[in-house]
């Protein structure tokens, strides 16, 4: 029988920080194994993972619902020490809903802050339109005074679900169900069976509470650590969820069946929503009409590669590169970007704000260098234009800058007055646990005395270059699971041993949803390692029709067989290297020897692994 009359309406994924366990995409991929239609994503009081979410179901083949679990009180604007924050899980069911919770979240954010984005019931029921509701998990608005009122007044306005979660073990939640019963059948509201995930797989409970630790600062030793009382709080089956409410004992098999089944009504009525890619509009600079912004930008840079390299031998080399940049930026519509940040960079030097001299990939820009965007001259350094506008890339470049921190609120304001406040943001960035660091982490929660976590951070990683992600080797995890069984730290490695029964601590805290890939070095030693990891490489590339070949970073993704790398550390160390003659430098240890520019033979290697 398939298991599709029931769908996991209640999930935390990694944006629950240092709270939900696994990627959206690991969610994904386990709720199209269990033949579910449909899964829902409901973090702690943010959306900031939907639109990845969404895409990863999209890719799993999964139906993504897209909700969030809020933080209520009576009084958003009302900050009292010690008060009780409520759960509340909102689903958005089309368009105006999708509005509506934005603008929820972002007076919670804004308005109602206070250790937490916290929203109420007046502002709750003003923008419901569009919104399904169910009343979450212990934590829920309906052990207020006034949650009842509330229940009441959003269900002549909405769909309410009374949830019910069969947490077996967890004794406070047979009275949260029973009440929900209670009021199933004094308002005939349906009842809904979810289970508030916050991990992935069974069995990986003892992971997450790692994981709260971490975010606590805690040992696991510790007794008065925050701690889930439940466990079990994976992506179930329809099955398991009635197993564990008939184990529980608090509802009967009839309405338990329907609590299920409901996990379906309400995904059919929020699975017509879909978050559409929305086209960017750029404001134009004050003081340069939108008709003459090319011309302007074109005399602006003519002067100024005049002015620096009118006098060079090589001066063709620039006027042609300029004349290639500016076709590519002009003709992708880029222009009125570059002016936006020229304007910008132009005020902050004139008003004594020191600007960074550029970096990323916009250093490889001729024109960015003439609009003193950066500070570079990308052909002395022999940089690249495409690496940083390439006709593959459609979405709007990406020009890092760096001011100096105290300036910041001068540079906003100038920004608002000058295009209006409502179209200057702030952004989130967030970062993940990952590499050395999470090994230390993990150390430290099981107690795990420095001197030996030191060692498995530095035998299971590579020396990462960049610092971006790990590489790791082949002795590597061999190394890391001696010291696990002599100190009794448990860890497996992303990559080895197989999919299913890994009990992944860098797939958990590194970065969950790589791709892994496996390189061949010429050697025939094996390299395993994330596309995303860059390498100092000499690689080539075509653009315009001719084959460039270049020195710099490049992704594992971006390269070719043919390309070369420079890798350090546990691969195959010739004395003279085969490609190019050259001496390699090489230590006395092993392990700590250099290696060569080495050919690459790479394959995608994500399902049959052969370690
Ligand atoms: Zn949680
Ligand atoms: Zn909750
Ligand atoms: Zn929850």
Known sequence: MPEDYYCNMHVHDEYSILDGLGSGAKYAVRAKELEQRYIAITNHGNIDGVIKFQQACEEAGVKSIIGCEGYIVLDAKDKQKGEKRSHIVLFVKNEKGWVNIKKILTYANIEGFYYKPRFDPEFLLAHCDGLA????????????????????????????????????????????????????????????????????????????????????????????????????????????????????GVVDSKLSEQAVYNSISLAELCSNFRIEKISVYLPNVPGIPSGEEDNFIRKLCAEKLKLYFGERDNFSDYQSRYEEEINSISGQGFIRYFLIVWELISWCRNNDIMVGPGRGSSGGSLVSYLLGITQVDPIKFGLLFSRFISPARID??????????????????????????????????????????????????????????????????????????????????????????????????????????????????????????????????????????KFWSKYSHIYNGKIYSNVGWRKLRDLKPTDKILTYEHCEVYSHCKQCGKIIYRKRNRDRSFCSLSCLAIYKNLHDNPY
């Open 133 to 248: 509701i169910s009343t979450a998990c212990s934590s829920s608005f309906l052990f207020q005074d006034w949650g009842e009122d509330l229940l009441t007044e959003l269900s002549d306005r909405t769909e309410v679900f009374l949830e019910i979660i069969p947490l077996v073990g967890f004794e406070p939640q047979k009275a949260v169900n029973e009440y929900k019963v209670l009021l199933h059948r004094k308002y005939g509201l349906p009842l809904l069976a979810t289970n508030d995930c916050h991990y992935v797989l069974q069995g990986e409970d003892d992971i997450h509470e790692a994981l709260l630790c971490i975010g606590g600062k805690y040992k696991l030793s510790d007794t008065n650590r925050r701690r889930f009382e439940a466990k079990n709080l994976y992506l179930k089956s329809g099955r398991e969820m009635l197993t564990a409410l008939r184990q529980q």
């Open 396 to 533: 709007i470049p990406d020009i890092d800058m760096d001011f100096e921190d105290i300036h910041r609120p001068r540079i906003r304001k100038h920004l608002e007055d000058l295009y209006g406040q409502e179209c200057v943001a702030g952004i989130s960035t967030f970062s993940k646990l990952k590499g050395r660091s999470a090994i230390r982490d993990v150390a430290r929660v099981y107690d795990v005395p420095m001197i030996d976590s030191d060692k498995a951070a530095k035998a299971v990683v590579v020396r990462c270059l960049d610092g971006d992600s790990m590489v790791y080797t082949v002795e590597g995890p061999k190394a890391i699971r001696d010291l696990a069984g002599s100190s009794g730290f448990r860890v497996s490695c992303h990559g080895h041993g197989s999919r299913r029964e890994t009990r992944e601590v860098e797939q958990v805290f590194v970065n969950p949803d790589m791709d892994m890939f496996e390189m061949t070095l010429e050697s025939g030693k094996k390299i395993i390692c994330s596309a995303e990891h």
